[in-house]
């Protein structure tokens, strides 16, 4: 279920879906890289201005799941217009800045985006651009990233599937506002 919170931008509306904190693991697999499974704790939040803001960490998995070492962090604002055209700042920790554009597709929660520009420090490693996919599929928020650098052409490196993270604080609202249940529980799902 997609709740809109009635302080939220209303420019914001088509974003929604994208609220709150998620977690979940995926592959990341990149020529010259190692091929790993890894973890990602996301997260989208507003304060009732025109724009989402975004902070994304990622670190490798070994075989039993447990956390090995950072992989990727990134932060960035999201925004929307009436034609439904999505723009996107980010940085990342090794010294990239992106501009991302793309497109919330009509009818479903799925939007498609492209770097438009990439600034990069000495530091961070060769990168020239980017696509991609972010879609609300049975609850879940997946997406699938590619990338490209002037060796490599165009090509996915990292894909996910997250799950929407509750708070204890959560689970204490939601209890509070379930009204009256049956006793039995039964005669709730007739």
Do not use: C
Not at 50 to 67: C, M, P, R
Not at 145 to 164: C, F, I
């Amino acid at each position: 279920m997609i709740e809109i919170p009635s302080d939220l931008h209303r420019d914001l509306v088509p974003l929604a879906w994208l609220l709150g904190n998620w977690a979940g693991a995926g592959v990341t697999d990149f020529p010259g890289s190692a091929k790993a499974n890894f973890g990602q704790e996301v997260s989208f939040s507003h304060d009732g201005r025109d724009f989402l803001e975004y902070h994304s960490h990622t670190w490798v998995l070994d075989a039993d799941g447990n956390k090995v070492e950072p992989l990727e962090s990134e932060s960035g604002f999201w925004r929307i217009d009436k034609q439904r055209k999505v723009e996107t700042v980010m940085v990342r920790q090794d010294g990239v800045v992106e501009v991302w554009y793309g497109e919330l597709a009509d009818q479903k929660p799925q939007i498609d985006l492209a770097t438009d520009a990439v600034a990069r420090t000495a530091a961070s490693g060769p990168y020239s651009g980017g696509k991609r996919l972010y879609g609300y599929v049975k609850g879940d928020l997946m997406w699938v990233g590619e990338k490209q650098t002037p060796e490599v052409p165009l090509r996915p490196y990292m894909s996910a599937q997250l799950k929407k993270v509750v708070s204890p604080e959560d689970v204490a609202e939601m209890a509070r506002n379930l009204g009256d249940l049956p006793d039995d529980g039964i005669a709730f799902f007739k």
